[in-house]
Structures are given as structure tokens and as C-alpha cells.
């Protein structure tokens, strides 16, 4: 049986065949709804099956984006995705999904192997070591976009929360409630610094002093997931143990959780709790943990589309940071000592 082809649906669609190839490509902008209807109807009818490899090659592009995940385990990153896949997916491209499992060899495998399959663009939540592969790229003028991460010296699209404005957020409702004793724990920071754990370090301490409270070394935690229970029995042990805990992000919130439940450490009458990252599981435990939380699914869909504006437009945007604002997301875990 013979293949389809673009010229039999523009045939019997009445239309010429830029007309169905503008329709494929989701092109409307001069094309009636009646035309779009008719289009449709007989690629139904003719079950039409666009060549993807043929149009791709004619255009010079793959229809096809790659996004690589520092870590795939944060609620962030698989909100991100959710949204990211969604508006590429709507604009007729396909994602591939990597997780480099905070691993710059890893990443930089992805890197190579996504540009070999001739990806249009990439989406990183970088790890931060790969500075010649992201130059490279960039030196190509290669579609990048870097999301929830900073990397020092190299200049791209970036999207990303206010981390500061989050903490200090968190701090000042802290303080509203009477705290001072405030512990911030945090996954390690690393050799380059992943940026979200240490913009909120910075903000940590720009907040403890701006309300003129004291800050104690002691209380500024790092540790491996696995370590975290560790740091908790440490702090609780201190002769002034801290009143209330800042978990940077929702990894070190289950583990305070999972504490917590384990040791009979009751919230927030023994310890108040505030977590950044809208971790789903803090809306379920009792109490509701109080979170500070970053709009993860705009994030992603922004994200997407400045990729697709820098594919499309052939001109070289301008390389931009932009922060999202975050939020307090009220909950019950915390205290006021006062009471």
C-alpha cells in the first residue's frame, strides 16, 4: 500500500500543502478555525502519520528537547518536569528526561550524548562542575537554560527562586513568634556551592542579623541525608538547644520528620519546623508543616518556554536571571514560646 503523503491530505482538504504543513507545525495565526477543522478531519479520516525524521531533517531540527535533573528526588525537579514536558509537549516536542544524580561525570555523558542525538535544546538543573560543556554550548550559540541553579562564569538563560527573600521569609515568622534559638540545616553546600544551599546560608545570616539575633556556628548544619539524624540528636544535646529548625529544602524536612516520629520529638510544642520547598508530604503530616514555598510549576512552564523562544527567535536573546518570589504556605508547626 502506498505512504501518505502531505500531498494527499492537502488534496482532499481543498488546501495547499504549506497550508497543511503550517497546521502540523500548530502555525494558526492566518488560518481560519474552519480550515483548521477540515485539516484535521481528513488527517483523521486518512489515519495520516507525519514523517518526524523527514521534517525534521528539512527543518534542521529534531523536535526533540533534553532535560537534565541535578536530582530527580526533590518535589522541585519532578513539579518542574511535570510543567516543563507539558508546554514542549503542546508545542509538538518531545522531552527526554536525565538524572545525573548530582554527578558532573554523569551530567557531562548526558550532555554529549543529547547534542549527539541532536536535541534542539537543553533544560539543566546543572551540578556546577561542567563549565567547559556548558562554554561549549554557549560558544555554539546552542539553546541552554539553566533552571533552579547558578553556575559561576558561565552567562545563560536562568531561572531560579529568590533563596534569600525564602529564608528570610521563614525567619521572620520565626521571630514573630519569639524565636531566637534558630538552627538552619541544610544537604551539604559542596566544592562549588550548589546555589539554592548556599544562597539560603547567606540569607540565613543576613536574617538572624538583621533581627539582631546571635549566630551560633552550632546551629548551621550540613550533612548527607543519611547524616541528618546525626546533626538532630547533636543539636537536641547542646546546653541551649536551638527552639525551632529551618530546613532548607524538602530532603532535610522528611528527615526532621522521620526524627521526630522516631524519637518523640512532638511539633511544635518541643521544636517549631519550617520547611522551604513545598514538599506534598508537609500537608499531610500532623501538624501541617509550615512551609516557604517557590511556584515550581510556573517555573518549569517558563522555562520551557524561554527555550522555545531561543530556538525559534534567530536572534540571540539576551542572557537573563530571573527569581521567582516565594511564598509562606501557613501551617501548625509552629510555636510561639511566649504562650
Known amino acids: 500500500m502506498r505512504k501518505l503523503t502531505i500531498d494527499d491530505v492537502a488534496q482532499r482538504a481543498g488546501v495547499s500543502k504549506s ?3 503550517q497546521f502540523l507545525n500548530k502555525r494558526y495565526k492566518y488560518m481560519s478555525e474552519a480550515t483548521k477543522q477540515r485539516i484535521g478531519q481528513v488527517i483523521e479520516e486518512l489515519n495520516y502519520q507525519p514523517n518526524g525524521l523527514a521534517k525534521g531533517l528539512k527543518q534542521n531540527r529534531s523536535y526533540m528537547v533534553g532535560v ?3 536530582n530527580i528526588d526533590y518535589s522541585l ?3 518542574c518536569i511535570r510543567a516543563i514536558e507539558k508546554e514542549l509537549q503542546d508545542s509538538g516536542i518531545q522531552v527526554i528526561i536525565c538524572n545525573a544524580d548530582e554527578n558532573p561525570e554523569k551530567e557531562s555523558k548526558y550532555i554529549e550524548m543529547l547534542v549527539a542525538r541532536q536535541v534542539d535544546g537543553l533544560i539543566v538543573f546543572p551540578t556546577g562542575t561542567n563549565t567547559s560543556a556548558y562554554s561549549r554550548l554557549i560558544d555554539n550559540n546552542y539553546p541552554l537554560v539553566f533552571l533552579d541553579r547558578l553556575v559561576e562564569g558561565i552567562v545563560t538563560q536562568s531561572l531560579l527562586l529568590d533563596n534569600e527573600m525564602a529564608v528570610k521569609i521563614a525567619i521572620q515568622e520565626l521571630v514573630q ?3 531566637e534559638r534558630i538552627a538552619l540545616l541544610s544537604l551539604p553546600i559542596g566544592v562549588n556551592g550548589i546555589t539554592p544551599r548556599k ?3 547567606g540569607g540565613y545570616k543576613r536574617a538572624m542579623e538583621e533581627y539582631q539575633l546571635p549566630i551560633k556556628e552550632q546551629y548551621i548544619c550540613s550533612a548527607p541525608r543519611d547524616g541528618i539524624a546525626t546533626v538532630l540528636r547533636g543539636l537536641l544535646d ?4 536551638p527552639t525551632a529548625l529551618l530546613a532548607s529544602n524538602d530532603i532535610v ?3 526532621i520528620l522521620k526524627f521526630a516520629n522516631m524519637n518523640s520529638l512532638r511539633i511544635p510544642e518541643d521544636m517549631s519546623v519550617i520547611g522551604i520547598d513545598d514538599a506534598e508530604f508537609a500537608q499531610i503530616y500532623n501538624p501541617v508543616i509550615t512551609t516557604i514555598t517557590q511556584p515550581a510549576y510556573e517555573m518549569g512552564m517558563q522555562a520551557a518556554k524561554t527555550l522555545l523562544s531561543s530556538i525559534e527567535e534567530s536572534a540571540n536573546a539576551v542572557p537573563i536571571t530571573y527569581r521567582f518570589p516565594p511564598t509562606l504556605r501557613q501551617g501548625k508547626s509552629v510555636k510561639d514560646i511566649l504562650e
Open 19 to 21: 497550508t497543511v504543513s
Open 68 to 70: 537534565i535533573v541535578a
Open 77 to 79: 525537579s519532578i513539579q
Open 177 to 179: 513568634h519569639h524565636h
Open 199 to 201: 544562597e539560603r546560608l
Open 238 to 241: 547542646l546546653p541551649d538547644p
Open 253 to 255: 524536612l522528611a528527615e
